[in-house]
C-alpha cells in the first residue's frame, strides 16, 4: 500500500488524529500555550512536556494546576496527549488515572530521556536496559487511565544497540501500546550524530502499531525525507518548531513562504500575552527568556536584540525592545 500524505488522518487506539504531524513532547517547554500554538498551525496532535508521575500521585500542586493544565481550545485542533516518566507501575497506575480524570484522550510514556537526573531513578531511557518493568510500567497506565497508551523510544543506550526496536515491539505485544515515537538515535549521544533512518525503517516494516518519526526533523524538506524514507506513520516535530509554528503549516501544504517580520513578531506578543495569562507577569518575564531566542533567530536581531532582551526583567520591557527592533526593522525595509 501506499504510503498516507502527511495531511490524511491517524488513528492511535481508537483516537483520531486529523493528520500525521506532531509536535514532541519538550521538556521544560510544552505547557498547554506551546501545544495550542501547534496546533494552531495545524499541528494534529501535541504531546505535553514529560510529567512525573509520582508528583502527580503524591498530588503536588505546582504540577497538578499547571503542568496538566488543558485548554479547551487544544481540542479544537486534535486530541490532547500529556506524557509520563517514572518507573514504579502502582504509582504510574494512580498518575494515569488522574490524567484521565484531567480530560486526556492520550498517554505517553517517556522511555527514551537521556538526562541523568531522570535516568538515575530508572526512568527515561533507564527503561531500554529494564524491559521487564517497562511493559509493566505501559500495562499500569493503560490500566489505570483506560485510555490508549503510546510511549516515545531512543534506538538504544548507547552506540550501535537496538534495544529500542525489541522493546517496542514488547510493548506492543505485551502492554497493547497502540503507537511507539521512535527516535532513532541512542539516548549516549543525545541530539548529535545522524538519526539512523534505516533501522526506523526496519521498526516501521515490522511493528503492528503506528510508529511516529522524531529526530533530526530541523526543516520541512528533512522532515518529508525522513517521513518516506523511512514509511512512517507520522513525523514528530521537536526543536525544528521552536519559534518556527509556521513550520506545521509548511509540511501540510497550507504555506509556501517563510513569515515575515510583522508575522514572527505578532507571534511572540500572542506567546507573552499567554505566558502571563499561565503563571502571571512575573514568573512569565523569566518563562520567556527561554523562547526569546527562539524568535530573535528568525527575526535576524543578532547578538545584540538577544541580549537586550535577556537583560529585561519585565514583560513590558521585553515589549518596548521589541518594538524599538520592529522600528529598525521597518526603517531598513523601507
Not at 44 to 55: D, N
Request: charged share 20%.
Amino acid at each position: 500500500m501506499p504510503q498516507p500524505a502527511l495531511t490524511e488522518p491517524l488513528e492511535i487506539g481508537g483516537v483520531r488524529v486529523p493528520n500525521r504531524v506532531v509536535l514532541a513532547p519538550l521538556a521544560g517547554i510544552g505547557n498547554w500555550f506551546v501545544r495550542l500554538q501547534a496546533k494552531r498551525y495545524g499541528a494534529g496532535l501535541a504531546v505535553s512536556e514529560m510529567v512525573s508521575s509520582f508528583a502527580i500521585h503524591h498530588r503536588n500542586e505546582k504540577t497538578m494546576n499547571e503542568l496538566l493544565r488543558i485548554h479547551p481550545q487544544e481540542r479544537a485542533g486534535g486530541p490532547v496527549s500529556i506524557q509520563l516518566f517514572g518507573q514504579d507501575p502502582d504509582v504510574m497506575r494512580s498518575a494515569a488515572s488522574a490524567v484521565a480524570e484531567r480530560g486526556a484522550d492520550l498517554i505517553d510514556l517517556n522511555m527514551g530521556c537521556p538526562v541523568p537526573k531522570v535516568c538515575k531513578t530508572g526512568a527515561g531511557a533507564a527503561l531500554l536496559s529494564d524491559p521487564d518493568t517497562a511493559v509493566a510500567v505501559a500495562r499500569a497506565a493503560a490500566e489505570g487511565s483506560g485510555l490508549p497508551v503510546t510511549v516515545k523510544l531512543r534506538s538504544g543506550q548507547r552506540r550501535g544497540e537496538t534495544s529500542g526496536v525489541d522493546l517496542a515491539h514488547r510493548l506492543v505485544d505485551e502492554a497493547g501500546v497502540a503507537a511507539i515515537g521512535f527516535h532513532p538515535r541512542s539516548a549516549q549521544v543525545h541530539h548529535k550524530g545522524s538519526p539512523d533512518y534505516d533501522l526506523a525503517a526496519r521498526l516501521v516494516e515490522t511493528l503492528g502499531a503506528p510508529v511516529i518519526l522524531s529526530g533530526g526533523l530541523r526543516d520541512a524538506a528533512a522532515a518529508r525525507d525522513a517521513f518516506e524514507r523511512t514509511g512512517a506513520d507520522a513525523v514528530m516535530l521537536a526543536r525544528g518548531a521552536l519559534g518556527n509554528p509556521w513550520l506545521f503549516e509548511e509540511l501540510l501544504g497550507r504555506r509556501a513562504v517563510p513569515p515575515t517580520t510583522d508575522e514572527i513578531l505578532d507571534e511572540l506578543d500572542w506567546l507573552m500575552d499567554r505566558a502571563v495569562e499561565h503563571v502571571g507577569p512575573q514568573r512569565a518575564a523569566r518563562w520567556l527568556r527561554k523562547a526569546y531566542p527562539w524568535y530573535v533567530e528568525r527575526l535576524g536581531g543578532g547578538k545584540a536584540l538577544q541580549a537586550a532582551l535577556q537583560a529585561t526583567d519585565t514583560i513590558e520591557q521585553a515589549r518596548a525592545v521589541l518594538s524599538g527592533a520592529a522600528a529598525r526593522s521597518s526603517r531598513c525595509a523601507a
